[in-house]
Structures are given as structure tokens and as C-alpha cells.
């Protein structure tokens, strides 16, 4: 049989990546996740701008980090590589064991003690990978993991890993693809760095090759309590509600940097309790839930909308990097609990407000 349905990013952009012999090709059918339009957060917040996410969060397990991870991993493989190994805030960890245990190789993970949402655990140890939890932070773990892989027989799929970028930068293409252009601005969280690194690489490559006709702004925006690079100095001990940025010294500093200068765009801090209420509004408005690390993309366009950033008609892509089921506890916490009610339809209704029959109205 010939299948002829989608087969991930890898053989979809296949002429714009570092060549992979097709029998090493490990894919989950990552990417090709939907650029959806705001239909109601524009009224809420500005009816001037257009506003585009980018849900991430509909890729296999969860996160963009599966575009990184299938380069990543079928270039191990195709280097003979039997192990994978990452340092994780948890959704890293979840794709590196997902991939490996499709590519039937071994992965070893190191996470945060106690800092990692439960979803993103259970993915890794589902997926069989060795978790080991570090008695420290991100940053710590990533130093180890790279001074092991640097030494033993085991491949770092950590952002460090060039081919993740490569595989990351996919998802400009398939914004550029659907909208016939680059956005004017493209909002995106930062921790490691890596995905706005990815994201600039991606939409420059394109301009090169004549795809797009101009480039976009580069929005960064990072946890007040995890901001390194607007502090422009390591946070030691870092810490916010968006675990998936919970970094103090992200390995593509400088590279963000330089995406944010050379697009003219700029890097920033928003609060967590900003975040939250971004990230209220989003799946109350939209019907889209994302983890808390994405809606601080929401969070920090609401913030510059507030200063008159947005010139009229501009164009707004906000990656939405992760799935909100991954972390369900936030959403319970910034949610009206559970109504208690009685077994009896009176009190139902009661309780729905209802006092009419039929065609009365409704509530
Ligand atoms: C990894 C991750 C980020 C941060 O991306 P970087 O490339 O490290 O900047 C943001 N949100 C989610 C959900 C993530 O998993």
C-alpha cells in the first residue's frame, strides 16, 4: 500500500533541512499544527490588530519540541546512536522518550526535583525513559547533561543539539505557508532560547529563498522571576508558575539576542500573575488551552497593546508552545470550582438559573 497521507516536517521540508537518509527518518507526524484566528480576544483587546496562534500544543506529545526532536533523534540514529539523553523543565524529556522509544533506542532524563508538572512526567516514564531527578534546578541539570554526552556514548537532544533548531524553524515555514507572508510580529515565551532562535532562522531562510517578502518582528517575552536576558545577568535561583521557562541561563542567550536585534523587535518581562490571567482568558475566550509558559504570549501582547505598541492592521503570531492539559492543576486554580448540587433535576435547574419553560428565553 502507498500511504500518501502527512509524514512530519522532516520529509514535508525536506529541501530547507540538513539531509536524512529516509530510512533514519524517526517521526511521530510532528507539525502541521493549526494557525488559528482569534474570534474574540481581538474585540477584548484590540480590533485594530489581527491576532494568530500557533498551537504547539497539538503536536504528538504536546509541545513544539517535537519538530526539534524528530531531527534530533533520526540524526542519532543515523549516526548509530543507541541513547538519547536531556536535561528538562518536562516537556523536552517527554518528547526526547517519545522519539526514543519509537527509534526503539534508550533515553535518560534529568529534571528539576519537584518542579516539573505532572502530565510532563508521566509522559517520560509512559515512554520508558530512565528519569532522574536532580536535587537542583534546569540550569544545573543541563550542565551535567552536556559534560556526560560530551564523554560517553550517549547523544544531548537538549536545544544545544544544532538539529533541533533545525527541525524547530519548520514552524515559521507553515506560518509563512498559510499566510502567503511572515507576520509583522512574532510572539514567542523564552527560556532556553532555542525556539526564537529556531523561529528567526526559519522566517531568514525563507526570505532568502525568495518565499516571503519581509521579515517579522521578533517578540520575546520571559517570566518576571526567570528574566536573565532582560536583566541581562544569570538569575541564579529562578523561579515562576511557567515551569516550562523556569530558566536562569538559557543556552541560546546570545542567539536571541541577536534575533531580537537584527529583527528589531524586542525582548521583556511580564508578571505571573499576568500570565495566569492571560491564560484564563485565552481558554475562556477561544476555546484554546495552552500552558502557561505559551499564554505569557498573550500576557506580553496585552502588555504592549496597553502602550500603543501595535500600529493599525498589524499582524500578530503568538506561538502557543505547549498543550494546557499538561498542567492541569493551574487551570483548576484559576477556575471557579465545581458546583455541588443535589440529584434532582429542580435543583439542576436551580442551579442553571433557569426559571422559564421552552422557547421563555433561555436563563
Ligand atoms: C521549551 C518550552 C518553552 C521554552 O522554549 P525555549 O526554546 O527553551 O525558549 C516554552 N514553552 C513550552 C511549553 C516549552 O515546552
Redesign the pocket.
Known sequence: MVFKGYEGVIKRYREFLPEIDEKYIITINEGNTPLIKARNLGRIINPDIEIYFKYEGLNPTG???DRGMTMAVSKAVSDGSKAVICAS????SASASAYAARAGIKSFVLIPEGKIATGKLSQALVHGALVMQIQGNFDDALVITREIAKDYDVTLVN?VNPFRLEGQKTASFEIADELGSAPDYHI?????????TAYWKGYKEYFAAGKIKKLPKMIGFQAEGAAPIVLNHIVKEPHTVAT??R?GN?A?WQKAVEAKEESGGLIEAVSDEDILKAYALLAANEGVFC?P??AITLAGLIKLNGRGFFEKGSVCVLTL??HGLKDPGNAIKVSKEPVIVPCDKNSVLKAMGIKKTKSGGFI
Open positions: 509541545s513544539f519540541k523543565t518536562g516537556n523536552t536545544s514567542l515565551p523564552v527560556g532556553n532560547a532555542g525556539n526564537i516550562a521557562i530558566i538559557p541560546s500552558e509558559a505559551s508552545t505547549g
